[in-house]
């Protein structure tokens, strides 16, 4: 078994999609939960709009990861895995929002710069909207 601290790997943890929306309250968000298995505590959530109208349908207005083992794959892993459900639930999946605090735009960065080119950031909408919360 791998060193929680200095070999973390995203790969091992339990991925969770509970959509919103549709499938529940209308207004609720689409949840993904990083869960590691042993403990059975989350290390990682992202939220994501379950409405799709407008430039802010469907764009994360969460995501966060436990401090202790950030920096290890667990957001980008959050993000494929809620595309990857998502198709199966039926649900639109996220959008990075055009309105990011720092750690968040890093992070966008550090996902498409990582993917050697063979997949594109989205084009940001303009305007306002809410915050993608790192």
Do not use: C
């Amino acid at each position: 078994m791998t060193s929680r601290t200095s070999h973390f790997d995203a790969g091992r943890l339990a991925y969770k999609l509970t959509p919103g929306g549709k499938h529940a309250d209308p207004l609720r968000d689409h949840v993904m939960e990083a869960v590691d298995p042993e403990t059975h505590k989350r290390v990682g959530v992202m939220r994501w709009e379950a409405h799709t109208e407008g430039q802010f349908g469907s764009t994360i207005n969460e995501i966060s990861v436990k401090r202790d083992v950030r920096r290890k794959g667990i957001a980008t892993e959050m993000f494929h895995q809620s595309n990857l459900q998502a198709k199966q639930f039926g649900i639109n999946p996220p959008r990075h929002s055009p309105i990011k605090t720092e750690d968040g735009a890093a992070w966008v960065a550090g996902m498409y710069k990582n993917s050697h080119k063979t997949v594109r950031p989205p084009k940001a909408a303009p305007g306002v909207g809410q915050e993608s919360i790192f």
